[in-house]
Nanobody, 125 residues
Framework: QTQLVESGGGLVQAGGSLRLSCVTS???????MGWFRQASGKEREFVAA????????DYADSVKGRFTISRENAKNSVYLQMSSLKPEDTAVYYC???????????????????WGQGTQVTVSS
């Protein structure tokens, strides 16, 4: 069973930055990965996704230009650099692994087989 563990969340003021990390217990080099978030009382939403090579990325419109997803396959890790944070970015952030060998990204949550436990990000105004 592949496990994903997120870290790097915390409390930050609006305009600040955070870098989330996600480490997996298995090799991820062939698979797309993504980040999702769920705010209190709301449904989980897509944030960002990255192809197995790192050469293709996709972002939700709400974070485009502020967040950057990256990965280090040798370290079985994926990252989410978040800048210019806003109070509406407050949520639990989850990383996810799609064990489908394909060249592109995965943006639908239902396609991901493995999920982390989440890390809380709180942005104060």
């Amino acid at each position: 069973q592949t496990q994903l563990v997120e870290s790097g969340g915390g409390l930050v003021q609006a305009g600040g930055s955070l870098r989330l990390s996600c480490v997996t217990s298995g090799r991820i080099g062939q698979y797309p990965m993504g980040w999702f978030r769920q705010a209190s009382g709301k449904e989980r939403e897509f944030v960002a996704a990255i192809s197995w090579s790192g050469g293709i990325t996709d972002y939700a419109d709400s974070v485009k230009g502020r967040f950057t997803i990256s990965r280090e396959n040798a370290k079985n890790s994926v990252y989410l650099q978040m800048s210019s944070l806003k109070p509406e970015d407050t949520a639990v952030y989850y990383c996810a692994l799609d064990v489908a060998q394909k060249p592109g990204t995965t943006i639908f949550g239902w396609e991901y087989e493995y999920w982390g436990q989440g890390t809380q990000v709180t942005v104060s105004s």
